[in-house]
């Protein structure tokens, strides 16, 4: 490579920018005096590297566990979102955290936030937790992008972790196009009882929880219904 111009620094990997696009290595394969140089932690990246494992295994784990059932002839009496496959059909959909679908959520809590804040006066919010390093959570990125660009007048994406301002900031890509805003002291993924990430919510207008589960889950089909 040549002009190689580094961007972003993880506990496992370096990102950079070259004369012909874009690369990363992990830090693990570097030489000693690299490195050293990029403050590489042998015992933190084993277990960023043993999160991401654990991280991408649920998320497969849950794409190949879906089980769709027969359409329903009516609307849920409940009013409640159901989960949806790409043909429209419900899915039973395995939880990471405690459920509050039908209910009111807790309180969603941001230290900071990275973007403007959100006016969800009115609005839907879907709220997204997630961390910059879990390898599903930036796989869903795209999705969300999607859908607060075709929902923009209804709804409002959060993205909220608990790492640190700086850390989430290192991130080059992929890019997100909605709310970002992070809590270092967990308090809302705490309250949740999250256990496994992404995980998101969907809160309607006076804060009942519609939808819960895996972002990839929930479609544009049934967000519009």
Not at 33 to 51: G, P, T, Y
Not at 70 to 80: I, M, Q, R, T
Not at 198 to 217: S, T
Request: net charge positive; charged share 25%.
């Amino acid at each position: 490579y040549t002009n190689v111009s580094v961007t972003t620094v993880t506990a496992t990997d370096i990102y950079f920018q070259h004369t012909q696009g874009m690369g990363n290595a992990k830090l693990k394969n570097l030489g000693a005096d690299e490195q050293k140089r990029f403050h590489f932690d042998a015992v933190k990246s084993k277990e960023v590297d043993r999160q991401q494992r654990a991280a991408s295994q649920r998320y497969h784990q849950e794409i190949a566990a879906r089980k769709p059932a027969s359409k329903p002839s009516a609307p849920p009496e409940d009013g409640v979102v159901p989960v949806t496959a790409d043909n429209g059909d419900p899915v039973v959909t395995k939880l990471y955290a405690r459920s509050f679908r039908g209910r009111r959520s807790p309180p969603i809590v941001v230290d900071q936030w990275l973007t403007p804040p959100p006016d969800v006066k009115g609005k839907f919010v879907l709220l997204d937790f997630w961390a910059t390093w879990c390898g599903p959570c930036r796989q869903s990125i795209p999705h969300l992008n999607a859908l607060q660009a075709k929902f923009k007048d209804h709804l409002v994406v959060v993205g909220l972790s608990d790492e640190t301002p700086e850390g989430m900031r290192k991130m080059a890509s992929p890019r997100v196009d909605y709310y970002v805003g992070t809590d270092p002291q967990a308090r809302t993924r705490t309250a949740v009882e999250v256990q496994g990430i992404p995980h998101a919510m969907l809160l309607d207008p006076e804060g009942i929880v519609r939808f819960e589960g895996q972002p990839v889950y929930l479609q544009e089909q049934g967000l519009e219904r």
